[in-house]
C-alpha cells in the first residue's frame, strides 16, 4: 500500500512569503506527527493531530506556524512570514493509533530553504 | 527539556566488520524507545520500538537491546554491509500527548 507523502519535496522561498506544507498520511491512520529537522539536529517535535483535532501543539515554536488537519486525513502546515531561520527538513508521519509506543511511519519530508 | 543523546556522530566501518552505538535516553518517565535508520533521499524507517526493560529485538544483522534503569540502548549491526549506511536516530517517548524526542543520529559510512 502506499506511504506516507508530502509535497512538495522541496520548497524555496524569500523571507517574509507565506508557504503550505501538505501531508497524506496512510489510509487509516487516525494519528498524524509534524517534525522538523534542522540541520545538525535531529527531528524535532511540531504538533500532533488525533483525527482532525490538534492533541499537542506544544512543539510549533511561535504563532507564525499553524497546521490543520480538516477530514482527519490530509494536514497541511502553514507558515506565514518565513523566515532563514525556518530552512529545514520539516517530516509527516502517521501511526495507526495515537500513544508514543506505536510505530511511527514518515513521509520523505519537505526541505524548504528561506532565502 | 528532555535529553536524547547519541553516540558516536558518526562512524566509518569496513565493509564486513559489526559495530554498535549507543542512545542515552531520561530513565524517569520512560514508555518507550525507538529506532529509525534514515537513508539518503528517503523515508526515516522504523527499525524497533521497544518497551521493556532488558527488551532485545532482532531484525537480520540488526539488533537492539534496552535498559530503561540506567537510561540506555545499544543497537548493534553484525557484518556490516555498504546498504547499512545511513543516519541511525532513536527516539523517547515519555508517555505524554506530544511526539518522539529524537537524538541528533549517528551518522553510519560503510566502507568497501
Known sequence: ?115 | ILNVEQSPQSLHVQEGDSTNFTCSFPSSNFYALHWYRWETAKSPEALFVMTLNGDEKKKGRISATLNTKEGYSYLYIKGSQPEDSATYLCAFWGGGADGLTFGKGTHLIIQP
Do not use: M
Not at chain 1, 14 to 33: F, M, N, Q, W
Not at chain 1, 72 to 81: A, D, E, H, Y
Open chain 1, 1 to 115: 500500500g502506499a506511504g506516507v507523502s508530502q509535497t512538495p519535496s522541496n520548497k524555496v522561498t524569500e523571507k517574509g512569503k507565506y508557504v503550505e506544507l501538505r501531508c497524506d498520511p496512510i489510509s487509516g491512520h487516525t494519528a498524524l506527527y509534524w517534525y522538523r529537522q534542522s540541520l545538525g539536529q535531529g527531528p524535532e517535535f511540531l504538533i500532533y493531530f488525533q483525527g482532525t483535532g490538534a492533541a499537542d501543539d506544544s512543539g510549533l515554536p511561535n504563532d507564525r506556524f499553524f497546521a490543520v488537519r480538516p477530514e482527519g486525513s490530509v494536514s497541511t502546515l502553514k507558515i506565514q512570514r518565513t523566515e532563514r531561520g525556518d530552512s529545514a527538513v520539516y517530516l509527516c508521519a502517521s501511526s495507526s493509533r495515537g500513544a508514543g509506543h506505536n510505530e511511527q511511519f514518515f513521509g520523505p519530508g519537505t526541505r524548504l530553504t528561506v532565502l
